[in-house]
């Protein structure tokens, strides 16, 4: 089954969220959204998710789900937000408990927010599968950048978060809390092992060297032949030892701090006070 897929790429973020469409109805789910927030002002803003809302409503599409592949570091989602105007549950990988007993140790969370992945409509394992009216997603748990991230196999297409990027610019970062250079190799081996003409799709691009226009879309062959990173045979040793010094060299995202906070609470801000404000927290030499 060859799903129909529309990509939305958010300038700020350099994110790509997914409209994937059942070919035989109506019925589609949404992958990674994006809420658009401005770190100097504290302010949110809806146009990102606003632009996919259009697109369903203008098709006549209905949202079975809102899917994210793991907990992001460099945008805020809108899972709640589309939600409300058009429906559908949100899910995300089991694990998403790692994460929220890390990070709500970091922000100094308190035992008032719970670690158990209950924000969330639906918590995926591995092997589990889902419905987007009549085609089936299958589910594969490829952690190493996060611990919760996942692939979502929708027929012929794979989107595989931030686990690969194009193959021209390789992998993503495995520095984070949880994060892991060797099994981030493994779960690309798992994805390569997918055949070659299944379709990737990656959850951000930043226009590799030499290449003048954003891309979201390969094959699993092309990864296997051409990723810079894990392509042409590259061993497990050589990938690891690049990307452990690689990442040591890189800045946290800029969007760090307010992401980890909303999206570990399924993309719902923090308990208002009872004056009706919302506060997030800025922990000091913590990552």
Not at 67 to 92: M, R, T
Not at 198 to 205: C, L, P, Q
């Amino acid at each position: 089954m060859t799903p129909e897929v529309t990509g939305f790429f958010d300038d700020a973020t350099n994110t790509i969220s997914y409209v994937v469409r059942d070919p035989n109805g109506m019925t589609c789910a949404i992958i990674d959204s994006v809420l658009d927030f401005d770190y100097s002002s504290g302010r949110t803003d809806t146009r990102s998710a606003d632009a996919v809302i259009a697109f369903v409503k203008d098709k006549g599409y209905e949202v079975a789900w809102l899917l994210e592949s793991h907990v992001h570091a460099d945008h805020l989602s809108a899972a709640p937000y589309i939600q409300e105007q058009l429906g559908g549950k949100i899910g995300i990988g089991d694990r998403i408990t790692v994460v929220q007993d890390t990070f709500g140790k970091v922000f100094n969370e308190g035992t008032e927010f719970q670690r158990d992945g209950s924000q969330f409509d639906q918590l995926f394992r591995e092997g589990d599968s889902l419905m987007i009216g009549q085609m089936r997603a299958d589910v594969l748990h490829t952690p190493g950048h996060t611990p919760a991230c996942l692939t979502y196999v929708i027929g012929d297409a794979a989107f595989v978060g931030d686990t690969l990027f194009m193959p021209d610019f390789g992998t993503a970062r495995c520095d984070f809390p949880g994060g892991s250079s060797e099994v981030l190799f493994e779960s690309v081996q798992k994805i390569l092992s997918l055949p070659d003409e299944t379709r990737i799709f990656v959850g951000h691009d930043y226009k590799a060297p030499g290449r003048d226009h954003y891309a979201w879309e390969s094959t699993v062959g092309e990864q296997k032949a051409a990723n810079v990173h894990v392509g042409d045979g590259k061993s497990k040793e050589d990938f690891i030892e690049m990307r452990d010094t690689r990442d040591a060299s890189l800045a946290m995202p800029k969007l760090i701090i307010p992401s980890l906070q909303v999206n570990m609470r399924a993309g719902q801000m923090p308990e208002a006070d009872e004056e009706g404000d919302v506060f997030l927290k800025v922990p000091v030499n913590k990552l």
